[in-house]
């Protein structure tokens, strides 16, 4: 069909790192069939995102688009990439593909919605296949940060795509499955019009370390403390779990994991036979009773997060376990930028403990799950593809690897989530723009991120709240003065008297020189009860905060 096209819209991950929704589609203009990969979450953060507990995608064009959705697959198992299948699935209703190992865990995320594990249909590796509409879709295996990442080999009458996910090039990644040149090149020898490619570590100009080389160091270090020895990683990178678990088994330690991410990931692994090997563990109690220089703990929270087993033991107790001066803490993982600020308050709360905490500030103890600069041109060289559309990274990696296609003498396309690209021809174009965003999951209620509720949030935040009560009789009449409660404010300000007095005498003065059309109207009567507040608290204490009026009328 020769008016027919092949698309390319990224709906996240494109222009930054997590949440990841791309869709492909092949067929008439406006009436492609549509095929979507990976459906990932963001997290929220304090500063901009007080009180959420999620960040999603914003879905509303595949929701009104859903009747042309063939499939969602998903390339692996971190949040990023599949922490979103449970809360989107309703909407949507598509079959999900997955190897076995991401298939657990989208099971486990859809049973959290009373959602049958059917739903979830695991997919076996290259060369089988999926056929769903115009797509045939292979799961090629690549060496990432967690078991059985895999690229999509996605075959259309258009040509060939293959969309790496997240990857990096590891011959010896102790779990899952290892790089594998020779399989790529047969998977590319008959041409590949796009390669759609991770970007993460498209600035890091050396080429990337194996899982292999982390464990000598750990070993070292464990085999060399005095106390007992706890360490965090990303629950989900299952291979370096079982390098700190072997290195405190081969030190004589029991293993004790402590963070229900963490059993979750490994019990996930063992259960899909993708783990084996892995030190037998006890109990959080077990580990309790026995001499502390026996022990060793893996515990979830190596970014900071604050209800994680790491910061709960750098706050106090966690599940009878302290810590104790001369004990050692280790951080086997990179902090996300963003992180920083969490990650330090635990460490130095640690530090008061006594505790020793140890980072990877010289890159003995964690290695990248991404492609370093020189592996991103290896992958290119040994695919050959007509085109490079990168994904997976902020608009400065996006940017920098369509340099780095262009150097090789590539065509390459800086796409943002939401611009349509055409794959179709012998270079890239945007054909579209689709409105793109976030969707914020707040609670147990999905809310639009302009809904404007999480900006009244950071608005009373910055500038508390003052709630005025006034109360009208039968005649439109004042009966006594007006009251005022106050939060996040502080009690006096310039005046030094009591900032509550100060408020309620102003809006007094307002009442007795409002006239009947004031008196009788409730939104002229609340937007002038709401100015005189907001300027005698600017006036007392330099800031205006959020008002809320509450105008009562005996009838």
Same mark, same amino acid.
Request: net charge negative.
């Given at each position: ?7 390319? @819209? ?23 069939? !549509?095929?979507?990969?990976?459906? &990932? ?25 859903? $009747? ?17 299948? +449970? %809360? ?15 298939? $657990? ?13 059917? =739903? ?15 797509? *045939? ?14 690229? !999509? ?5 258009? #040509? ?22 020779? @399989? ?58 079982? *390098? ?23 019990? =996930? ?31 979830? &929270?190596?970014? #900071? ?63 990248? &799950? ?21 994904? %997976?990274?902020?608009?400065? %990696? ?12 590539? =065509? &390459? ?11 179709? +021809? ?23 991120? @302009? ?37 996040? @404010? ?8 009591? !900032? ?17 059309? *004031? ?8 937007? #002038? ?18 008002? *809320?009026?509450?105008?009562?009328? !005996?009838?």
């Amino acid at each position: 069909m020769s008016d027919s096209r092949l698309i390319y @819209l990224p709906l996240g991950g494109a222009g930054e790192i997590g949440m990841n929704c791309y869709v492909y589609g092949y067929g008439k203009p406006g009436e492609e069939r !549509l095929i979507v990969v990976d459906m &990932g979450v963001t997290f929220p953060d304090m500063d901009t995102t007080p009180g959420v507990d999620l960040i999603l995608p914003d879905i509303t064009w595949l929701k009104e688009n859903r $009747n042309r959705i063939e499939a969602l697959f998903i390339t692996h198992a971190h949040e990023d990439h599949v922490g979103a299948v +449970g %809360h989107t699935f309703d909407a949507l209703g598509v079959p999900i593909y997955a190897r076995a190992f991401t298939a $657990n865990i989208a099971r486990g995320k859809l049973a959290e919605y009373g959602v049958e594990g059917k =739903a979830v249909r695991t997919a076996s590796a290259w060369p089988e296949t999926v056929k769903v509409g115009p797509f *045939t879709v292979g799961f090629l295996p690549i060496s990432h940060s967690i078991p059985e990442s895999s690229a !999509l080999v996605i075959d259309t009458p258009a #040509g060939r795509v293959i969309h790496t996910g997240d990857f990096k090039l590891d011959v010896t990644p102790l779990v899952g499955e290892a790089w594998d040149p020779a @399989l790529w090149e047969e998977v590319s020898k008959d041409g590949v019009k796009a390669l759609v490619c991770d970007s993460t570590n498209v600035f890091s100009q050396h080429a990337g370390r194996s899982e292999a080389t982390v464990g000598p160091a750990v070993e070292k270090l464990v085999s060399e403390a005095r106390n007992m020895v706890v360490a965090t990683t990303f629950a989900s990178n299952v291979a370096r779990v079982k *390098t700190l678990a072997e290195a405190g088994d081969r030190a004589g330690r029991s293993i004790c994991l402590l963070g229900r991410a963490m059993r979750r990931m490994i019990e =996930a692994a063992v259960e899909t036979g993708v783990l084996t090997g892995f030190p037998k563990v006890i109990g959080p109690e077990d580990a309790a009773q026995l001499p502390r220089e026996n022990v060793m703990l893996l515990v979830t &929270g190596s970014q #900071g997060e604050r209800r994680a087993a790491s910061a709960q033991l750098a706050r106090g107790k966690y599940n009878g376990i302290e810590l104790k001066e001369g004990d050692l803490f280790l951080f086997s993982s990179k902090t996300i930028p963003g992180n920083e600020r969490d990650v330090i308050r635990i460490m130095n709360q640690l530090s008061e403990k006594g505790v020793d905490v140890v980072d990877d500030a010289m890159g003995d103890y964690h290695v990248s &799950g991404h492609a370093n600069r020189p592996d991103l041109e290896t992958v290119q060289n040994l695919v050959k593809p007509q085109m490079v559309v990168p994904m %997976h990274g902020e608009h400065r %990696h996006l940017r920098e690897h369509v340099k780095l296609a262009g150097q090789n003498g590539r =065509a &390459g396309v800086l796409a943002v989530n939401g611009m349509m690209i055409e794959l179709s +021809g012998n270079e890239p174009r945007v054909v579209e723009y689709i409105e793109t965003g976030r969707t914020y999951l707040d609670g147990s209620v999905q809310i639009g991120a @302009l809904d404007g509720i999480v900006r009244d949030r950071i608005r009373m935040a910055l500038n508390g709240h003052v709630v005025v009560t006034v109360i009208l009789d039968e005649d439109d009449e004042p009966l006594g003065e007006p009251w005022c409660d106050l939060m996040g @404010l502080p009690e006096q300000g310039r005046s030094h008297a009591p !900032l509550v007095d100060i408020l309620e005498e102003d809006l007094a003065q307002f009442m007795g020189r409002a006239g009947g059309k *004031t008196l009788t109207d409730d939104d002229k009567l609340e937007e #002038g009860l709401r100015r005189v507040a907001r300027q005698t608290s600017m006036n007392e204490i330099g800031k205006k905060p959020e008002v *809320t009026v509450v105008v009562s009328r !005996l009838s």
